[in-house]
């Protein structure tokens, strides 16, 4: 993980805390919601990446 990274990809955040089921927790989860590019990709926060570790 890079310590000043702003944003991670879906496939980041997956490999690092092991879910593959990450859009499922943003419906469950209202608070866990990453940011969109225009094109529709998701990119997480460092925040958004603390809180899936916790899931």
Known sequence: MHPTKRYYTKAEVASIVGLAVLVWWEHEIESFTPK????????YTPEDLEMARHI
């Open 36 to 43: 969109r590019t225009k094109g529709g990709h998701r990119r």
